[in-house]
């Protein structure tokens, strides 16, 4: 629940930032929680595509979306503008 709670900050500080979002504008938040796994989606209705070209990009210009990529089981982007990322549960 630690690295959720750490990619759910990174995820909403990057929306907030990035999204090219006005004053205002609501970045959602939605928790999906079974058995086995938490589903976690933030919605910003941004139109940029945040996902790196390659690895390189990856590792030094998006540096939020790498440290999800290691803490997170899967990830991906949203076609509504956003992150969605799943977590095991143990």
Do not use: C
């Amino acid at each position: 629940m630690e690295d959720a709670a750490l990619v759910v900050s990174e995820l909403v500080t990057n929306s907030y930032k990035f999204a090219g979002l006005g004053e205002g504008s609501p970045i959602g938040v939605v928790l999906d929680l079974t058995e086995h796994r938490l589903r976690v989606e933030v919605v910003d209705h941004s139109i940029f595509d945040p996902s790196p070209e390659t690895p390189q990009e990856l590792r030094e210009a998006r540096w939020g979306l790498f440290l999800i990529d290691k803490l997170a089981e899967s990830w991906g982007r949203m076609s509504e503008g956003g992150i969605w990322v799943e977590f095991r549960v143990h």
